[in-house]
């Protein structure tokens, strides 16, 4: 069965014909591009997530162990029934502290994911907005921004304020809210040119109104989805910043702080100091970002069809 093929949009209507083989089934329906995430990837990402999360909740409140009390006599245990991840160089029962560590990265890494994504809002839509030199002064601090190393950037910012935790969130803020503002602005600027917007404009709707039928509706889940997105780097940033001794202090429980320990207890042959803290900061991240790459392409279905077709 031959493919049928269909007419592409002509520049300008003096200007020839292009003629394009779009990709169909048998059926005659348009092949729909084939989604990177299944369903069952999907579900497990979902699962892992929910165990992490379960387990950062339920382990602190129904538990004795009080995971600030040193216990010199157990120094190094290893995994056993007492301590299912073993004691770390203080004889602190690991289990509880990397549930108390995931609490805190996780809110830690929540905060700034929403602090940079409101950044990244606000300047895109002032440079969709106000365009001319707003835009273009925009464009090119974002520019400016993503060619400096953000790591580096934000180890700078969190030495200044070593151990503070509003210092975490601002270098986060402050590195991450680049990618955010060019998907506003796009979606901003290809909202405006469409044609119901331009019909709601003759129609006499005021400026109020069609912000908020039009551009505001599809803003918003651009938005949503970028917190998802931004989680996983806001995680692993705030891990980095603790584990080179600019995040949190030592004492505060976090995956930095604990893969920090790790590198004096693994040369005392305490592998699961290091083995737990990574697995749990690893399964977190990639269920994290296997989610929001499923949100990602459910929210731009006809912008994949339509990269497929002008192949």
């Avoid at 387990?55 to 538990?63: G, S």
């Avoid at 891990?239 to 004492?251: K, Q």
Wanted: with cysteine; hydrophobic share 50%; aromatic share 6%.
């Amino acid at each position: 069965m031959s493919e049928p093929t269909v007419l592409a949009s002509p520049r300008s209507m003096t200007s020839p014909a292009k003629w394009r083989t779009v990709p169909t089934w048998p059926s005659g329906r348009l092949m729909q591009p084939r989604r990177p995430r299944s369903r069952r990837t999907i579900a497990f990402c979902v699962g892992v997530l929910g165990v992490v999360v379960t387990y950062a909740v339920v382990v602190p409140l129904f538990t004795d162990v009080d995971p600030r009390v040193v216990d010199l006599g157990g120094y190094l245990a290893a995994p056993s029934p007492d301590h299912p991840m073993g004691t770390d160089l203080l004889g602190r029962d690991l289990l509880v502290r990397c549930a108390q560590a995931l609490q805190v990265s996780l809110l830690l890494a929540a905060i700034a994911a929403v602090v940079s994504t409101v950044v990244g809002v606000l300047i895109g839509t002032v440079a969709a907005s106000v365009g001319g030199w707003v835009d273009k002064v925009t464009m090119r601090a974002v520019d400016a921004t993503n060619a400096l190393p953000h790591l580096l950037l934000g180890v700078v910012i969190a030495s200044l304020w070593r151990g503070q935790w509003w210092a975490i969130i601002v270098s986060i803020g402050l590195t991450h809210w680049t990618q955010v503002a060019r998907i506003v602005r796009s979606e901003i600027l290809s909202v405006r040119t469409r044609e119901h917007v331009a019909a709601a404009v003759v129609s006499g709707a005021s400026r109020t109104q069609v912000w908020a039928t039009h551009i505001v509706p599809a803003v918003v889940p651009q938005a949503l989805i970028a917190v998802v997105l931004l989680l996983p780097h806001a995680v692993w940033h705030e891990s980095a910043l603790s584990f080179l001794g600019v995040g949190l202090a030592p004492n505060d429980p976090s995956l930095g702080t604990l893969l920090e320990d790790a590198r004096s207890g693994i040369l005392a042959g305490g592998w699961w100091l290091l083995v737990f803290p990574a697995g749990l900061l690893t399964a977190t991240c990639l269920a994290i970002a296997g989610i929001g790459g499923r949100l990602r392409d459910a929210a731009m279905p006809k912008r994949a069809v339509e990269a497929q077709v002008n192949r």
